[in-house]
């Protein structure tokens, strides 16, 4: 690498609480990761109608990325996110709308959701970011891979900035870790940061 | 300087036959994998390409004696496995395991069983029939996912993240997947007729695929020149009218690979036959300059495979590369797209070069990759 990358901000949400460059700055007793994502929704008061009709996946990624993205709008930054279920929470639910052909309702409301990207479309939309977005499913958190892909990205000018994304949700487990790659800001892109942030 | 990344390997597992020559021999003879079901999957008779299990169990026995794995996980071990064989690669750290899918082993669900629907379960029961090291990389980007693989393998290896990737993509036709596209009502009454004006939707189908992505120039097929994989920011569930995203998925591939649009001697686009797709796409390759370039979907053969298609399709481009045939855009009659574009009416020899896939998929995604045959073209 040519110019020296940086971690220019992170969130995580996990355990009833949001924080941001590791302080927290949302706590919720909420029973539920619904009502939790909801009121951390509000709690910033974010205005977006669109927020209310996403699966949990999305509502988590979307909230997460709102947080990093709302005061550092760039047009030229990629989405590259990643979990380890996939958007099974949203298959379980959609599985169960066919399984009894007595009460058949297969929606296309949710049937959309059961794909992992749809939360990269959401957060593109909401940002208009024309830009380059995959989603990848590991067993773990994969910090090598996240930094090989989000530099390659930025050398090769497909992207000025990367929203790099660990959010994975299961039921009422969850845990989104963001951060943002960009070329300023104090912290170095790399293994030992990117660790030290994801388990803080 | 970046280095140069080849397509050496390739194989796939279709209804048209277990590997490449089988399928393209098919492909030529314009046999379709399309038939009409009729079943407890659906309440009503559909269409679809379905790999035929009782070949599938046949063709796996050769290879091995476990019949622990699921109908994809054998579909894509079969596709991997030649090619595997061939690199006598050690498959150590330095090499890359890509399994690309939209919903995997999805048909687990019906059984409650979480833990085998999980994507990295998938990925991690085939890589360990081959005894991959490294952590098996899962790429689920909806209908670009296959082809997205490919552009992803390059950019680790330009990385020096890894030498060599393996990439594996297959998704299945399931009760899921048909109840889905037939409640978004983008399901075909008949096979699919990609770009036709009497096209009525998709039609789905199942295949696995799988390369050899490499900086070793033995055995390479085509080098890939360039990729770009841009959102619409549109919509989640509708192609933008525009063909925005698509249109700058190419020009990034186009940037990178340093070629004209003028140069590109043929299409493999994504042709899922719905109205609004088909529409976009033409737009999209109007505003390229790319509308006078032969063009065909492979949908009409092998219905719409999901997360397998852009490597299928792909594998299929490739070889009709190194065949210099161009092939028939099954199901196509009269032109239904508001732009003018060249579908493929009838095979054709011609001598090719350069090769451009495209795919676009639900979430705004889309994905272009342009590959140069491998060779010495006299310049």
Known sequence: MENKLYIKSYVS??????????????????????????????????????????????????????????????????????????????????????????????????????????????????????????????????????????????????????????????KEDYKAFLYLVSDEGKTEHTKQNIELFYTN | MRKDVFISGMNCVTPLGFSVEENFENLIAGKSGIERHENEMMPNPYFSAIVDEDRLDAEFAKITASEKYTKLEKMMILALF????????ELGKRTAFLLSTTKGNITALESENIEKAQLYDLAQT??????????????SNACVSGILAISVAKRLIQSEVYDEAF???????????????????????????????????????????????????????????????????????GPSRTGEGLFLSVESALKEANLGADKIDYISAHGTATPFNDEMEAIAFNR???????????????????????????????????QNKLIASAGFDEIGVSQNIRVIEKNEDKFLRYFLKTASGFGGCNTAVVFEKEGNFGE
């Open chain 1, 13 to 170: 949400i996990e355990n009833g609480q949001i924080s941001i460059d590791g302080n927290v700055v949302f706590e919720s007793s909420a029973s539920n990761v619904s009502d939790f994502l909801k009121e951390g929704l509000r709690h910033f008061g974010i205005q977006y109608p669109k927020f209310f009709k996403m699966d949990n996946l999305s509502k988590l990624a979307f909230l997460g990325s709102e947080l990093l993205l709302k005061d550092q709008d760039s047009p030229e930054t990629a989405l590259l996110f990643a979990n380890s279920s996939s958007s099974l929470d949203t298959d379980v639910t959609y599985q169960e709308s066919i399984a009894d052909k007595d009460n058949y309702f297969p929606s296309p409301a949710v049937f959309v959701y059961t794909l992992p990207n749809i939360c990269l479309g959401e957060i593109s939309i909401r940002h208009q970011l024309k830009t380059e977005n995959s989603f990848f499913i590991f067993g773990a958190f994969n910090p090598d891979f996240f930094i090989g892909y989000a530099e390659n990205l930025i050398e090769t000018g497909k992207a000025e900035n990367v929203l790099c994304g660990w959010t994975e949700l299961f």
């Open chain 2, 82 to 89: 030649p090619i595997v064989k061939k690199s006598k690669s």
């Open chain 2, 126 to 139: 085939v890589a360990d029939f081959f005894g991959f090291e490294s952590q098996p990389i899962v790429v």
């Open chain 2, 167 to 237: 990439v594996v993509a297959g998704d299945l036709v399931s009760e899921f997947v048909l109840s889905g596209f037939n409640s978004f009502q983008a399901m075909s009454d008949a096979p699919c007729k990609p770009y036709s004006k009497n096209r009525t939707g998709v039609t789905l189908g199942e295949a696995t695929a799988a390369v050899l992505v490499t900086s070793d120039t033995g055995n390479a097929k085509a080098r890939i020149l360039g990729d770009g994989s841009m959102n619409d920011a549109n919509h989640i569930s």
């Open chain 2, 288 to 322: 390229l300059g790319l509308e006078n370039k032969p063009l065909h979907s492979l949908k009409g053969f092998y219905g719409h495979t999901l997360g397998a298609s852009g490597l299928l399709e792909t594998v299929i481009g490739i070889e009709a590369l190194q």
